[in-house]
């Protein structure tokens, strides 16, 4: 400051940052509940010397939740934007995104014969990073869409399992039949099987057992019951 008389006269103000609010969030598992905890760990500096000061919690512009120095929320999924005021004038925000929940839904045909391949199809929402299939006989999977096979007839519970990256895991359980495989075939001519050229003897198929409604296909490609044969040589279905 300089007067009349050019006397310069100095004044100095120090201002004391006392607080520098921080925090951060974690998120965990409410198992069977459609929220999750979000944690928040208060790590404001408080310079050596000043007292512990006050703490104040809120999100997206709603009320104080809490006045603790660490706290915790449940809450469904979503953005939500966390606010920490310390001492009443020092504020830290945090934008903390909790991602849609795992819902486990998988598809596959009710029963299937002894060996042959069955196909899961993993239909699940939400998201996840882990994939387990247990199929009830010891085996397990961690495919994304398995074939198994089973070797013994039997009912088996198929386990669908995923979990997200804080531990939200859900499971979807199927009973799958596996049926013995009780299938019998033959074919018959109608008469004799050597003939001359321009011959032919016609063939009928024969099943028996198994589960009907039957689909068949003869080795040359037709899908008829019964079929002519003119020409030598093996014929099957």
């Not at 939500?80 to 995104?97: D, E, M, S």
Request: proline letters at 6%; aromatic letters at 12%; hydrophobic letters at 35%.
């Amino acid at each position: 400051i300089t007067n009349t008389d050019s006397c310069v006269i100095c004044d100095t103000k120090v201002d004391t940052i006392k607080y520098i609010p921080d925090f951060f969030a974690s998120l965990s598992c409410l198992q069977g509940n459609d929220s999750v905890r979000v944690n928040l760990g208060n790590t404001t500096k408080i310079l050596t010397g000043y007292p512990t000061p006050s703490y104040a919690w809120s999100y997206n512009g709603n009320p104080t939740f809490s006045t603790s120095a660490n706290s915790f929320i449940h809450l469904l999924p979503g953005t939500y934007t966390f606010t920490l005021v310390v001492n009443g004038n020092c504020i830290k925000n945090l934008v903390v995104t909790i991602p849609t929940l795992p819902q486990a839904i998988f598809t596959s045909t009710d029963s299937v014969c002894i060996n042959a391949p069955l196909a899961f199809t993993n239909a699940s929402t939400g998201i996840y990073n882990n994939i387990l299939w247990t199929f009830g006989d010891g085996s397990s999977s961690l495919l994304t869409n398995p074939i198994k096979t089973y070797a013994i007839a039997n009912q088996y519970p198929v386990t669908l399992s995923i979990t997200n990256a804080f531990g939200c895991t859900d499971t979807m359980i199927k009973l799958v039949t596996v049926l013995p495989n009780t299938l019998s075939t033959f074919a018959s001519p109608t008469g004799p099987t050597s003939f001359c050229e321009g011959g032919n003897v016609q063939l009928n198929s024969n099943i028996t057992g198994g589960y009907p409604i039957y689909n068949l296909i003869w080795s040359t490609t037709q899908i008829t019951p019964n079929i002519n044969a003119i020409y030598t040589g093996q014929y099957y279905f």
